[in-house]
T-cell receptor, first 114, second 114 residues
Framework: DTAVSQTPKYLVTQMGNDKSIKCEQN?????MYWYKQDSKKFLKIMFS???????INETVPNRFSPKSPDKAHLNLHINSLELGDSAVYFC?????????????FGPGTRLTVL | AQTVTQSQPEMSVQEAETVTLSCTYD???????LFWYKQPPSRQMILVIR??????QNATENRFSVNFQKAAKSFSLKISDSQLGDTAMYFC???????????FGTGTSLTVIP
């Protein structure tokens, strides 16, 4: 009965490769997010989708492309991986509204680029 | 732009004692939410407590309470009767309304000492 799940939990890959991280939420939320947490634990939003529509796109290299096949899924595809992409990536979801806007986070995916 | 500042990178507390983590934020908005999230070594981001800016009463969740000072833009977290399981990174977060965009502080690493 996991609320927000991500796969894989760990991802080790070589520079230049293309990889994807999947996220699914079973909370019925309309909005999903991707965050990047760097080695200093700083958590920064990358993207936000509301009902499959992109609503937030922070300054992120265009090698990163989110894809939302339906409102329960928000996948992150990364092309031409670089060393600086090594981080923990968190998916989250929320239901916008006055009382139900808390973000629920997935367990994170630790990406290591060698 | 919204900013969230956590001025204490690391803190420690004896088991069963009380500790207060500080957070200040900067915004010109009047309607917003504030949150404290906990990130234990498992990396999972766990919601600890939330506060609606329009509410004057400080939020409380069991051993966790906040001191919300809207005029001072301060939102500190008090943990009473600290337990070993409270050892984690604690992130203060600000959510703007409308838009639901989250802004996180840089975190405070709390260690509970037996």
């Amino acid at each position: 009965d996991t609320a927000v799940s991500q796969t894989p939990k760990y991802l080790v890959t070589q520079m230049g490769n293309d990889k994807s991280i999947k996220c699914e939420q079973n909370l019925g939320h309309d909005t999903m997010y991707w965050y990047k947490q760097d080695s200093k634990k700083f958590l920064k939003i990358m993207f936000s989708y509301n009902n499959k529509e992109l609503i937030i796109n922070e300054t992120v290299p265009n090698r990163f492309s989110p894809k939302s096949p339906d409102k329960a899924h928000l996948n992150l595809h990364i092309n031409s991986l670089e060393l600086g992409d090594s981080a923990v990536y968190f998916c989250a979801s929320s239901q916008p509204g006055l009382y139900t806007d808390t973000q629920y986070f997935g367990p994170g995916t630790r990406l290591t680029v060698l | 732009a919204q900013t969230v500042t956590q001025s204490q990178p690391e803190m420690s507390v004896q088991e069963a004692e009380t500790v207060t983590l500080s957070c200040t934020y900067d915004t010109s908005e009047n309607n917003y939410y504030l949150f404290w999230y906990k990130q234990p070594p498992s990396r999972q981001m766990i919601l600890v407590i939330r506060q609606e800016a329009y509410k004057q009463q400080n939020a409380t969740e069991n051993r966790f309470s906040v001191n919300f000072q809207k005029a001072a833009k301060s939102f500190s977290l008090k943990i009473s009767d600290s337990q070993l399981g409270d050892t984690a990174m604690y992130f203060c977060a600000f959510m703007r309304l409308p838009g639901n965009q989250f802004y996180f502080g840089t975190g405070t690493s709390l260690t509970v000492i037996p």
